[in-house]
């Protein structure tokens, strides 16, 4: 069975600094999602993102990859998204909605299309892979 990881969406929604402009406020700036080199930075583990919609990608040495759907600056990343030990032709949908707000930026995310045995693995895979990490590196 596929499902909605909507009780994810509320575990996954971090908060974190953007970029500082003295002139400007807080603006999402989510580089460290799409840029090569940043995700390599913040991850440790070797990246490569394109950088336009139709685009592949793939994360953490190739474990993670799939192709880049929508891409609105400072607002949304939509991305297919599969693990290297799922079937062939098993794909789920990753969205990332931004959010400026007075103390940073807002990531929301919604991972969709996961199979149900899949579900605790990946909430957690997020945390410890993504989110805790891009915390500390924004934090330098």
């Not at 908060?15 to 995700?39: I, K, N, T, Y």
């Not at 599969?82 to 969205?95: D, F, K, L």
């Not at 007075?102 to 199979?115: C, E, P, S, W, Y």
């Amino acid at each position: 069975m596929v499902r909605r990881t909507t009780s994810a969406i509320e575990l996954l929604t971090v908060s974190f600094l953007s970029c500082r402009d003295a002139e400007q406020p807080m603006v999402p700036r989510p580089r460290g999602l799409v840029d090569s080199s940043q995700h390599a930075k913040f991850t440790g583990a070797p990246a490569e993102i394109g950088a336009r919609v139709g685009e592949a990608w793939s994360a953490y040495g190739g474990k993670i990859s799939g192709r880049n759907i929508e891409l609105v600056d400072a607002a949304r990343i939509v991305q297919t998204w599969r693990a290297g030990n799922w079937p062939e032709g098993v794909h789920s949908i990753v969205r990332f909605e931004l959010k400026a707000e007075r103390d940073g930026t807002k990531v929301l995310l919604d991972h969709d299309a996961l199979a149900d045995d899949q579900v605790p693995h990946i909430d957690g895979g997020w945390e410890k892979m993504y989110w805790e990490p891009l915390r500390k590196y924004l934090a330098v």
